[in-house]
């Protein structure tokens, strides 16, 4: 009889009793560390998409193929339709144009007098990439490109389909990128109504219409108002279009996506730097920024 | 019993390894979505038929490891908080494995798949409640079962003919 008391097939169930319960607290354990932040092996998780976003792009083309197939039936089915709808509106369109040269014109005069920064704030740059996996479950909406570091993605970067907004960069691999996208449950963007620039954040609800929150009071908000991004807190550039606002009925709002208009092939990043806060700044970069302000202020006063 | 004498070390911990590797082969399907019309899907249980046929002759141990690293790339892979789909695995394998090895033929096996998926997504369902903080969309979920049920018999079919190219093995027998 041997001296532990027990036999060998007892003992060896204990012990996998015991792996089976390590391993399930070590997940506990790592849903609850990580269900704010995922940042935990984040290594890992580059390593990961970066592997994933190569065989992505090999399995997914038959799938944005049969996509393709849906779409185009759809769009020949409706075409006499949307001909009749387009007809009418470029013809609508059309009187507008001249108002729109007019004010053009008359815009970059005023900014010429008051000698104004009458730059855009859009890159004139843009990173082409592709969409090779788009993960819309139930508990996350992100997307995996096949560009990342090794074409200058960086993590804030705004990424855009031909409609609009799709969403921004979260992790950047070697030769991948994660986006996540705007309906996401944590993504946050601060826009604004462009007819009444009224500034509000679109949060994320893991649904194809996120909402509008902290709406700013007094402002005018309307079913079919276009929302862009507002530029505010320097993240996103200013003007990227996102989509319309629809009126629930307990007159919260909401917005339907310009980007879920059609699957999402191709995109474009917008290499934007976001706006530095000066504080953070190293007081070299300061010192130096202050001298050449001085300098141009000496010299429009010389002029 | 014979099945423990016939089968080495090392092969029960080979066939872990098969079913890791199987599994994140089957993970990448599992990324794809969908857009058909408004409606859009995917196939998000689709690796959970890895743990349903899981070899019988497998290293208990190491299945336990190898099914808890598949959840965790299934988990980095799909952008997920980690632990999540590990933790689903992890639970549905060690209920599975007292489940008799009776069932025969497609039906059961899809239905006994069916079960195991919706086992499952109760699991998901309250980690992601959970993890989340609110209710995931129940409707996704289902929409995905669906999905994944649907396209469950190719992999029945590629089961089987990897049985047949492979031969008949008492040992080598997977926990239908």
Redo the contacts between chains.
């Keep these: 009889m041997s001296n532990s008391g027990y036999n060998r097939p007892q003992r060896r169930r204990n012990?996998?009793r015991g792996?089976?319960i390590s391993?399930?607290l070590?997940?506990?354990?790592?849903?609850l560390?990580?269900?704010q932040q995922?940042s935990?092996?984040a290594t890992?998780?580059l390593t990961?998409?970066d592997v994933?976003s190569k065989?992505?792009g090999f399995?997914?083309t038959p799938?944005r193929g049969?996509?393709a197939l849906?779409d185009n039936a759809?769009s020949r089915r409706n075409a006499y339709a949307e001909n009749v709808v387009l007809k009418a509106e470029v013809e609508r369109l059309q009187s507008f144009e001249n108002k729109v040269l007019d004010m053009e014109m008359r815009v970059k005069r005023f900014e010429e007098m008051l000698t104004m920064d009458n730059s855009s704030d859009l890159p004139e740059t843009k990173i082409i990439g592709r969409a090779v996996?788009?993960?819309?479950?139930?508990?996350?909406h992100?997307a995996l490109i096949n560009v990342g570091r090794n074409k200058y993605v960086q993590v804030g970067n705004a990424v855009m389909t031909s409609d609009g907004l799709y969403g921004h960069i979260v992790s950047t691999g070697m030769a991948s990128s994660?986006v996540l996208l705007l309906n996401d449950?944590s993504s946050r963007i601060s826009v604004m109504s462009q007819r009444s620039q009224g500034r509000a954040i679109l949060v994320g609800n893991?649904?194809?219409s996120p909402k509008l929150a902290y709406v700013s009071q007094g402002t005018d908000w309307q079913a079919g108002d276009r929302v862009i991004t507002s530029g505010d807190g320097g993240v996103l550039p200013r003007g990227l279009q996102i989509g319309t606002i629809v009126v629930e009925q307990d007159n919260s709002f909401r917005v339907d996506l310009f980007y879920l208009r059609k699957?999402v092939d191709w995109v474009w990043i917008y290499p934007f730097t976001p706006i530095p806060v000066p504080d953070e700044l190293p007081l070299e970069v300061q010192s130096d920024q202050e001298n050449s302000t001085q300098e141009a202020v000496v010299q429009k006063a010389s002029e | 019993m014979i099945q423990k004498k016939t089968v080495s070390q090392v092969q029960s911990i080979s066939l872990s390894l098969q079913g890791l590797v199987i599994g994140i082969i089957l993970v990448f399907p599992a990324l794809l979505s969908m857009d058909i019309g408004r409606v859009n899907f995917g196939f998000s249980f689709l690796p959970i038929a890895v743990i349903y046929y899981w070899p019988r002759a497998a290293s208990y141990t190491w299945s336990l490891l190898c099914v808890f690293l598949l959840g965790l790339f299934y988990d980095m892979a799909s952008a997920n908080t980690l632990g999540m789909w590990a933790l689903a695995f992890l639970v549905l394998f060690i209920v599975l494995d007292g489940v008799p090895t009776v069932k025969k033929g497609f039906g059961r096996t899809i239905a006994g798949f069916t079960l195991s998926l919706l086992f499952c997504l109760i699991i998901v369902l309250l980690i992601g409640w959970i993890s989340m903080g609110k209710l995931p969309p129940v409707g996704t979920l289902l929409l995905n079962a669906i999905a994944s049920v649907v396209i469950f018999p190719v992999i029945y079919w590629a089961y089987n003919v990897f049985n047949i190219i492979r031969g008949p093995s008492e040992a080598f027998g997977v926990r239908e």
């Design positions: 012990y996998r792996i089976a391993l399930i070590i997940c506990i354990i790592m849903l560390a990580d269900r995922k935990m092996l890992g998780r990961t998409d994933s065989i992505m399995i997914a799938i049969a996509e849906f759809d996996s788009e993960s819309k479950g139930p508990f996350v992100s994660r449950l893991n649904t194809n699957p």
